[in-house]
């Protein structure tokens, strides 16, 4: 026997069930995004691995270990994005959109490929939307991403399950001072800090900030703090943003060891945390990149951005019970018909309520089938409603109504009133 084929380990099917939600989820977002003026762009998968490795750095996990990179049939290194800022700024370059200090608020979608360990919200095939906006060098723009955040956890009715961390990691300059600092205090107490960290204190010191290891978490205590090496711009705009969070109303921590594990980033970063998914809490997450643009080859432009995980959110909107009933109804009405005449009678009476009632979701009987067997099908549909269309509501030009769920007695409505009377039962929205 041949052997079954499955999907790749931590890339998974959404499957019909699950597809309402996302779908919910995705719009809701997309609906907040146009009410805030962000306008969407679509990037490729797959893009040249240069552009990731000069963007997110060559020696993050990403990009040391996790790319999904293959040579193609021309010989060029090509990998599977890991996710969307580097391409966003790579295609903003490209086409000239941020040319002559143009503002440009821009949101994508769509997967993202890292070869991590799969497991309860961490994936190898995830799902993010990003947002991304340049030349706007102000906290006023850091607060603006935050605070529409702040609504979508609020429209999503998942508000007091996240948690606002927020750090400011300075210009490059004073990331410099504080890196040899940190070298020098770290260097100092080699012997107690565990293997990885002293990996990563020749290739990327400021991650050793966030290591899990408890020894070196207590070694750390009494290393410099990287508050203190701000510079003066940087503590104002990180003042200006904390005082724009605070009038409008959204709480927040400071979290000294938030440090991200992409390397573009300069000035403020954040993350929404939960603790409602086990290990991996970071539902969305992003901050300013203002050397970016300029470091892949276009002119000085700032720029700031987030990303949220689509499953991490999916999850999170399960686990609190947080999915609107609504969505899990596909269908409004089903319609049966008996016999062959009725079978095309009823074909263009369905396609002329779908004319006159616009929104209605209207599932038409296929395959035939008894009387018994067409009800089944209608209540397994979902549907609210059946119609009913034999060889007597024909003749009669009238089909039989009949509610499948709750009360109501079946009547019997002629054709032409029949869109009206359709319309109350199309869901809003
Ligand atoms: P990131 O922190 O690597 O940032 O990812 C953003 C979010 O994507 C995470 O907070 C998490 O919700 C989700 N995510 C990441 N990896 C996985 C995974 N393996 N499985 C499931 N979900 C995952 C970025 O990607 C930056 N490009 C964000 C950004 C945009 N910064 C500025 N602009």
């Given at each position: 026997m041949s052997k079954t084929l499955q999907a790749i380990r931590g890339m998974n099917d959404i499957l019909p069930e699950q597809t309402p939600l996302w779908r919910y989820f995705e719009g809701t977002v997309a609906g907040l995004l146009d009410g805030y003026g962000y306008?969407?762009?679509?990037?490729?998968?797959?893009?040249?691995?240069d552009l990731f490795k000069r963007s997110i750095g060559?020696?993050?996990?990403?990009?040391?270990?996790?790319?999904?990179?293959?040579?193609?049939?021309?010989?060029?290194?090509?990998?599977?994005?890991?996710?969307?800022?580097?391409?966003?700024?790579?295609?903003?370059?490209?086409?000239?959109?941020?040319?002559?200090?143009?503002?440009?608020k821009l949101w994508y979608m769509g997967p993202m490929f890292r070869h991590e360990r799969p497991q309860k919200g961490r994936y190898r095939q995830f799902h993010q939307i990003g947002l991304e906006v340049f030349n706007l060098d102000g906290p006023d723009i850091d607060a603006e991403l935050i605070?529409?955040?702040?609504?979508?956890?609020?429209?999503?009715?998942?508000?007091?399950?996240?948690?606002?961390?927020?750090?400011?990691?300075?210009?490059?300059?004073?990331?410099?001072?504080?890196?040899?600092?940190?070298?020098?205090?770290?260097?100092?107490?080699?012997?107690?800090?565990?293997?990885?960290?002293?990996?990563?204190?020749?290739?990327?010191?400021?991650r050793v900030l966030d290591?899990?290891?408890?020894?070196?978490?207590?070694?750390?205590?009494?290393?410099?703090?990287?508050?203190?090496?701000?510079d003066d711009e940087s503590r104002v705009h990180f003042e200006g943003l904390k005082a724009r969070l605070d009038a409008a109303g959204i709480p927040y921590v400071i979290n000294p060891k938030l440090v991200r594990g992409l390397d573009?980033?300069?000035?403020?970063?954040?993350?929404?945390?939960?603790d409602k998914l086990g290990a991996q809490g970071t539902v969305?997450?992003?901050?300013?990149?203002?050397?970016?643009?300029?470091?892949?080859g276009g002119k000085p432009t700032p720029g700031v951005g987030f990303a949220m995980g689509i499953e991490r959110l999916i999850l999170l909107l399960e686990t609190l019970e947080q999915v609107p009933e609504s969505i899990s109804r596909q269908v409004d009405v089903y319609l049966c018909a008996f016999g062959e005449q009725a079978e095309l009678a009823g074909l263009t009476l369905a396609e002329r309520l779908r004319d006159e009632v616009p929104g209605l979701r209207l599932m038409v009987n296929a395959g035939a089938g008894s009387f018994k067997s067409q009800f089944k099908k209608a209540d397994k549909s979902g549907a609210l409603h059946a119609l009913i269309l034999g060889d007597d509501e024909l003749a009669q030009q009238v089909v039989g109504f009949k509610p499948l769920r709750g009360q109501g007695e079946q009547q019997n409505i002629a054709w032409s009133a029949l869109a009206d009377h359709l319309a109350t039962c199309v869901v809003q929205g």
């Open positions: 306008r969407q762009i679509r990037m490729p998968i797959v893009e040249f691995t060559e020696v993050t996990d990403i990009v040391e270990k996790e790319m999904y990179t293959f040579e193609d049939r021309n010989g060029d290194s090509l990998t599977l994005r890991p996710e969307g800022t580097a391409a966003c700024v790579r295609a903003v370059l490209e086409h000239g959109l941020s040319g002559g200090g143009q503002v440009q605070v529409l955040t702040w609504r979508l956890w609020k429209l999503l009715g998942i508000r007091d399950a996240v948690t606002l961390e927020l750090n400011s990691l300075g210009t490059s300059e004073a990331r410099g001072r504080y890196r040899e600092a940190l070298v020098e205090f770290l260097t100092a107490h080699l012997d107690q800090i565990d293997e990885d960290s002293q990996r990563r204190l020749k290739t990327n010191p400021l290591t899990k290891h408890p020894e070196t978490q207590a070694v750390l205590v009494n290393a410099p703090k990287l508050a203190d090496y701000l573009y980033y300069s000035k403020t970063v954040f993350e929404w945390v939960t969305c997450a992003g901050g300013r990149y203002d050397g970016l643009v300029e470091q892949m």
